[in-house]
């Protein structure tokens, strides 16, 4: 206990971290102040405030923004749908890989893209939103004039959330767009416990606690995979420079087994809820549509669960692909006079470290995906749907990876300031930490 106040402490006594952190407050109370503004000309009272299937699941990402019309009711998500075309076109289109390998104007072309994508993709969403999920008795106005109005005020609600994202990296603790997600998941966290609580009363008193049993244990499973790693030794040769020895030191690659981090069920999830609203624009004219948008919208139908998992497993092999370069990783080492033992430096060496991250992507990607959809076999077994969500799943994972990122940061301002870190043995490990060759 006293090694915990300590480190409380030292944080707060960094001014640059102590200012990051209240930024970074003050940036979540803003965004969580305008999730519950709603848009001009609903009436609050008409609406039911509990989305069931997929908007639940879409619902508890936002905070409940999205079943109480507000501003934000679309919040980060049309970011991250642009996100993704983005990702999938810089792989694919020559245009978008030459832009991405120009360095910072690269990255700001590519930046710029992104949100003008970002404003289309909410306009569609939000039109979509609008006919598809706030009934007609809580308009208060005429339809054609509220619909206009209203993807004007989604757009730039999102586009204000997009905003605090980045001043949240920027002059906050960092992971800006995860932590808007991961506040709106905290959010209706407590709200899930008492309700589950409540609902089982005294007589499912035994079958809470197991509950609660089993919650612990499946957030120990999803922090070990979080965590897990699979280190490949390097060998740096002896160089004598100026009569002094430099290298011959043995260090390790840290290849993470989900490398990925919380992008594949962010990718996967913002995906699961456009069926069932763009269904629901054609269901009254479409026998298919309807069927399609009553499967998608429901997280516990096994179609929603089987294209759930292949997207998240997709997604991880993208990303990892995206994210960690072999190529690079070998010419890394070959220029500092590193080799794998048994291995022979350059494309040996890229091929080598390409068939490990294979490897151990496949296995990670599987049990992430298994996490991810979870939550509809634990709500299958009788546990209520909103508390269900955070058996795994997205809310789950975004929280774990989220929350090991941001330990991740604090702790490298400790001990950049000669503080200890915040554990006696080993260090956190966020989610989205890149590997590279140690020089």
């Keep these: 206990m006293n090694r915990?106040?300590?480190?409380?402490?030292?944080?707060?006594?960094?001014?640059?971290l102590r200012d990051r952190i209240f930024n970074t407050i003050g940036f979540l109370i803003i965004f969580r102040l305008g999730s519950f503004v709603v848009l001009p000309g609903v009436d609050p009272s008409k609406l039911s405030g509990d989305a069931q299937g997929i908007f639940g699941l879409l619902d508890t990402i936002l905070g409940g923004a999205f079943s109480n019309a507000s501003i934000f009711a679309l919040g980060i998500m049309p970011y991250i749908s642009a996100?993704?075309?983005?990702?999938?076109?810089?792989?694919?289109?020559?245009?978008?890989?030459?832009?991405?390998?120009?360095?910072e104007s690269g990255r700001k072309k590519i930046t710029q893209i992104t949100r003008v994508l970002t404003i289309a993709i909410t306009i569609v969403q939000g039109s979509a939103y609008v006919k598809g999920t706030i009934p007609a008795e809580a308009i208060m106005m005429g339809n054609f004039f509220f619909t206009i109005t209203s993807v004007i005020i989604l757009t730039s609600g999102?586009?204000?959330c997009m905003w605090l994202g980045e001043k949240i990296t920027d002059k906050g603790i960092g992971n800006g767009i995860s932590l808007l997600i991961m506040i709106g998941i905290i959010s209706r966290f407590p709200g899930s416990i008492v309700a589950e609580a409540l609902s089982l009363g005294m007589s499912?008193?035994?079958?809470?606690?197991?509950?609660?049993?089993?919650l612990f244990f499946v957030v120990m499973v999803t922090v070990m995979l979080v965590q897990a790693t699979r280190r490949i030794p390097v060998q740096y040769a002896k160089?004598?420079?100026g009569g002094r020895v430099y290298g011959g030191q043995r260090q390790y690659i840290p290849l993470k087994v989900n490398a990925s981090g919380v992008m594949p069920i962010i990718?996967?999830?913002?995906?699961?809820?456009?069926p069932s609203l763009l269904a629901n624009l054609w269901a009254d004219d479409s026998d298919t549509a309807a069927y399609i948008g009553s499967v998608f919208s429901?997280?516990?139908?096994?179609q929603y669960s089987l294209t759930f998992a292949i997207l998240i497993i997709i997604f991880t092999f993208l990303y990892t692909a995206i994210t960690i370069n072999p190529s690079q990783i070998a010419d890394d080492m070959k220029r500092n006079g590193g080799f794998i033992p048994g291995v022979k430096p350059g494309k040996q060496t890229s091929e080598f470290i390409d068939n490990v991250l294979t490897k151990i992507t496949l296995p990670g990607?599987?049990?992430?995906a298994i996490i991810a959809i979870l939550p509809a076999f634990v709500a299958r077994a009788g546990v209520g749907t909103q508390f269900s969500q955070f058996f795994g799943g997205t809310s789950l994972i975004i929280m774990v990876g989220v929350i090991l990122d941001t330990l991740q940061q604090i702790e490298s301002y400790l001990l950049m300031r000669h503080y200890e870190g915040m554990m006696k043995s080993g260090k956190v490990k966020g989610s989205s930490s890149q590997t590279t060759a140690v020089a």
Excluded: C, H
Excluded at 365 to 368: R, S, T
């Design 298 to 302: 429901d997280f516990q139908s096994w």
């Design 239 to 241: 160089q004598v420079v």
């Design 267 to 274: 990718f996967a999830q913002s995906l699961m809820f456009l």
């Design 4 to 16: 915990f106040f300590s480190t409380i402490r030292n944080i707060f006594s960094i001014e640059e």
């Design 204 to 214: 499912g008193l035994l079958f809470f606690i197991l509950e609660i049993v089993a």
């Design 158 to 160: 999102t586009i204000f």
């Design 83 to 103: 996100s993704i075309v983005i990702q999938l076109l810089t792989v694919a289109v020559p245009y978008f890989q030459k832009m991405q390998k120009e360095g």
């Design 365 to 368: 990607a599987i049990f992430l």
